[in-house]
């Protein structure tokens, strides 16, 4: 670690020198602005001009990726922040596949369109303004996502409705576009200081948290979206169990949305009561996927297996909440409350 000291140049101004290595390498010179970050404990992060730039631009040399390749390449850019990214080739002109991943990539991700296309190259811009979204409204979003879907499936399992098990699948690409929103949002924010205010972050110390919380609510999607694929596979669409049973899985089911909900509140809000009540509502249900398990009578594997895998993900979704709930905690903690005072 390197040290500087610090100078005062006036009766209420103090300067610090920038190590001449660091400006080189980021072509910072005299008369440059420079971003400053404040963070917790004490932290000041320096940002050159270059780190501040919402206009970034990025090439993508398809020459050696496949399909599956270049589609990743394009949404790693998307959440690193680009704003257009070009896809081209060196001496040739575009394959056919590398044209349906630039539309398939379109398709997954919010705001992004073509704005020029040759043969031999593609450009794509985002016209996504991080000022129109917080990150707090988006992991509300995403996890009332989650519930509608989850609460989808459990309907169409109990009804035999396979039209609306449908529906809960086709709200899993929404899921997802949500999803790689925040993280593009959780990147650009940490970069440039001026983007963490206008998604109402009044500094980057929460992003670590928020990237977890928002990779947790998308895994809880993804269980919403198993529990949809059961009712697809079923006979008639339905499990062959008795109303009471049916009655218990929804039951379990209206508690874990309680506990996803109050888990990203307690996110939202910084509060530490919450997640206290998220504990104690999970530790009442921490075996009940074995309860039903055990009460029901006996009956042919393959309807016990697609029991279990609906309360697997039901159980499953409570935890990946809690995790949502111990994060939650962490950050309510690192700011004075009833609870703690920090000197």
């Known amino acids: 670690m390197e040290t500087r000291k610090v100078q005062r140049l006036g009766p209420s101004t103090l300067a610090m020198t920038l190590p001449a290595e660091w400006a080189k390498e980021n072509e910072v010179n ?36 496949n399909a599956n390749a270049l589609e990743r390449a394009i949404v790693a850019q998307y959440v690193l922040g680009r704003r257009v990214i070009h896809i081209e080739r060196e001496d040739a002109a575009l394959d056919s596949e ?18 020029e296309e040759t043969p031999e190259r593609i450009a794509i811009r ?25 609460g989808e499936g459990i309907k169409a399992l109990a009804h035999g409705n396979a039209d609306l ?17 925040l993280l593009r949002l959780i990147f650009t924010a940490y970069q440039n200081p001026n983007l963490a205010r206008a998604v109402d972050l009044n500094s980057g110390f929460p992003l670590i948290g928020y990237r977890s919380v928002a ?33 218990r899985i929804r039951e379990f089911t209206d508690q874990v949305d309680e506990i996803t909900q109050i888990a990203v509140n307690a996110v939202v809000e910084r509060n530490y009561d919450k997640t206290i009540t998220a504990r104690t509502l999970f530790q009442q249900i921490s075996d009940r996927e074995d309860e039903i398990l055990s009460d029901l009578p006996e009956m ?18 409570a935890q990946y909440a809690m995790r949502n709930a111990e994060i939650a905690a962490n950050l309510a903690l690192n700011e004075e409350c009833e609870h703690v005072k920090i000197r």
Do not use: W
């Open 126 to 150: 985002c016209s996504v303004d991080p000022e129109d979204f917080t990150l707090d409204n988006l992991l509300e979003r995403l996890e009332n996502t989650g519930s509608t879907m989850r």
């Open 300 to 317: 042919d594997n393959d309807n016990l297996l697609q029991i279990r895998e609906v309360l697997v993900s039901l159980q499953q979704t």
């Open 30 to 65: 005299k008369g440059d602005e420079v971003s400053l970050r404040m963070g917790g404990k004490g932290t000041l992060t320096v940002l050159p001009e270059s780190a501040s730039q919402e206009d970034s631009s990025a090439s993508i040399l398809a020459d050696n990726l």
């Open 215 to 247: 990779k947790n609510l998308e895994l809880i999607a993804d269980n919403a979206e198993d529990i949809a694929t059961i009712v697809g596979d079923a006979d008639e669409h339905t499990l062959d169990v008795d109303t009471g049973t049916m009655r």
């Open 98 to 115: 590398h044209i349906n991943a630039v539309y398939s990539a379109e398709t997954q991700l919010m705001g992004l369109g073509v704005i």
């Open 165 to 181: 098990a449908q529906r809960a699948l086709n709200r899993e690409r929404q899921a997802n576009k949500i999803f790689v929103l």
